[in-house]
């Protein structure tokens, strides 16, 4: 049952399908994932950067967005930013180094985009690549998957 | 190089730090940068605060949070700090901050609510006896009325909780504060002085402090340290965020409120 239940998960989140039962975040296929659970896709040289279903879903109600300068730089694993949501505020840490070519200004009046469009609608920045190479330091759909799965099995 | 020791008897070290009615700025400085720059638990206890001070969170609206006419008039300081909530401090608040490492307890996920659950685990044990104590929603209540309001800031590795409590207030200081857009639904619209209640009047106050110690004990292991060891060396580089909102930027926000309550109110004559 458990294995059926993980399988039907996967096909669901490869095929960008939210399952019911919250206990299984979305993920989404194309995208690579860090621990800190922000996601990244790459396109040429440049990435976009959010956070995934998996923390908007443990943070709740995102109330605030703080958002980097354009032009400011991003380390891979550094926080560059944060999100409020309700007393509390959490770090972003950029996937990826580079540098930030553009913010989306539509989270500073509409914070909840990051809670219901986390890979689209809510995504934080875009940043020009410095080095390709890091993103094999970035799980996969299926490793970040099984991470999450693991995570949230310990508590 | 030594290691430094992070366990012993299996319970995570913690550094306890008592202080006596240090500033809040101060606190929050020094609780941002232990967050920040330090590798050690640590576990802050300060025993009222000199100076009456309202405290925002990181995207706090003062025209929206506060009465701000009413500030500027008393001079209260107002303070925007690296947290969420918003609260009105003075002597009669009692501040417990907890700074963690992610892995002091790797079972404890770092996101808000789970840290907050965990923590009400301790004071559980502290009010075990002496009142109904619970957690609702973000705040710690004695029956259905808060004494104890909670803010984080979470990073890769590390966490911070803390909690002011309502030892005691100044009725008139609840003047300053407006009614929250965000309140919890427990609230059920009761203004402050319904809401709220003084843990003076179930508990005194040298033993809620003592019972905080002996029930933080419980999950870790306590090293008491003077305030010196948490100073920061002169090398240091860290800049807190957390700081005192100018006159001009409270008055610009009166100047905002009113704009824009003066547009609303063409925009609905016009319609």
Redesign the interface.
Known sequence: MASRLLWATRAASFLRISVPYRGFATVIKDLKYAD?HEWVKVEGNSATIGITDHAQD???DV??V?LPDEGAEVTQ?A?FG?V????????I?SPVSGKVIEVNTKLNDSPGLVNASPYENGWIIKVEIKNADELNCLMDPDQYCKFCEE??A?? | MAVPQTRSMGLPLINLLRLKGAPILQQLHLEERLLRTSYDNWCIINDGTTKRTVVMGVSGKAEELLEIDSVLRDEIPVIRRFTGGTVIVDQGTIFVTFVCNKDAFPDLQSYPQPIMSWSSLIYKKVFQGIGDFSLRENDYVLGNRKFGGNAQSITKTRWVHHTSFLWDYEVSNMGYLKLPKRAPDYRQARDHLDFICRMKDHIPRSNFIERTIDAVGSHFVLRSVDPEASQSPLSSKFEPSSRLLKREELEEAIFNSRSRGACAASASQAS
């Open positions: 800190s443990h943070l709740g109330v605030y703080e694993g926080g944060a409020e949501s309700v007393k509390a505020t959490s770090d840490n995570e949230d310990k508590h």
